[in-house]
């Protein structure tokens, strides 16, 4: 499997102000749909979360995504960034969040995910995955 990562200051939206957390972005050829963005504060982990890679592409260019997460482009003091909206359990507001990356910084790693896989060659083995998923 071959992959790419990213080590990122993201910035929560809190009633205070932001806040600035580290997020680490993983790609791996083994899923080539999807990106992994796992959220610390600290050595804590606050939450992991899985983006489809195109929505996560698109998302620095338009709005993009319904549901549990959503992204678009957002500008501040001079920076263009990416909005990305994680929505909790329905119902209830307390496990939403909302964090702003650095656009150029993600446009930066998302590139390296195309030399892994390019758009369009991605390959996802169907039967491997329900062999593995009906063993269990």
């Not at 260019?61 to 957002?74: A, K, L, N, T, Y």
């Amino acid at each position: 499997m071959s992959f790419t990562s990213a080590l990122l200051t993201v910035h929560l939206d809190a009633a205070w102000g932001r806040v600035p957390l580290l997020a680490h972005f993983l790609y791996g050829s083994e899923d080539p749909y999807a990106v992994q963005a796992t959220f610390f504060d600290g050595p804590a982990v606050l939450a992991r979360w899985h983006f489809d890679r195109q929505m996560l592409a698109e998302g620095l260019h338009r709005s993009v995504g319904e549901g549990d997460v959503s992204f678009c482009p957002h500008e501040a003091g001079g920076v263009d960034e990416l909005r990305v909206t994680l929505r909790g359990l329905a119902g209830e507001r307390r496990g939403d969040a909302v964090v702003f990356v650095e656009a150029r910084a993600l446009a930066d790693f998302l590139d390296e995910t195309y030399t892994v896989t390019g758009a369009g060659e991605e390959f996802l083995d169907v039967d491997t995955l329900l062999d593995e998923l009906l063993a269990r």
